[in-house]
Nanobody
């Protein structure tokens, strides 16, 4: 497993942007696929985006496609989520997660074995 710490959450007006970062430590970060999930109050945890271990392939939920961008820097052991054109419905706790399974279904949270503590994102209307 890897240890994950998110940062960058906060309060932003609708239409604004935020950048979330996830710093990883522990075993070889570059061998892990990375994902971002979110949970809004009273709702189930929801897949947001993921990137494979090489950074070659990315995956997005339809609700964020075209607005959010995931990237990773294996030299710095970080994964970044750039969120643009934010909407009030993006309000949630965002968590990064790591999966050791290279060909996993990245949208399934059960395939991840390491999770960060989460960071709050609040988008006001």
């Amino acid at each position: 497993q890897v240890q994950l710490v998110e940062s960058g959450g906060g309060l932003v007006q609708a239409g604004g942007s935020l950048r979330l970062s996830c710093a990883a430590s522990g075993r070889a970060f570059s061998s892990y696929g990375m994902g971002w999930f979110r949970r809004a109050p009273g709702k189930e945890r929801e897949f947001v985006t993921a990137i494979n271990w090489r950074g070659e392939s990315t995956y997005y939920a339809d609700s964020v496609k075209g607005r959010f961008t995931i990237s990773r820097d294996n030299a710095k052991n970080t994964v970044t989520l750039q969120m643009n054109s934010l909407k009030p419905e993006d309000t949630a706790v965002y968590s990064c997660a790591a999966t050791p399974y290279r060909f996993a279904d990245y949208r399934n949270p059960n395939n991840y074995d390491s999770w960060g503590q989460g960071t709050q994102v609040t988008v006001s209307s």
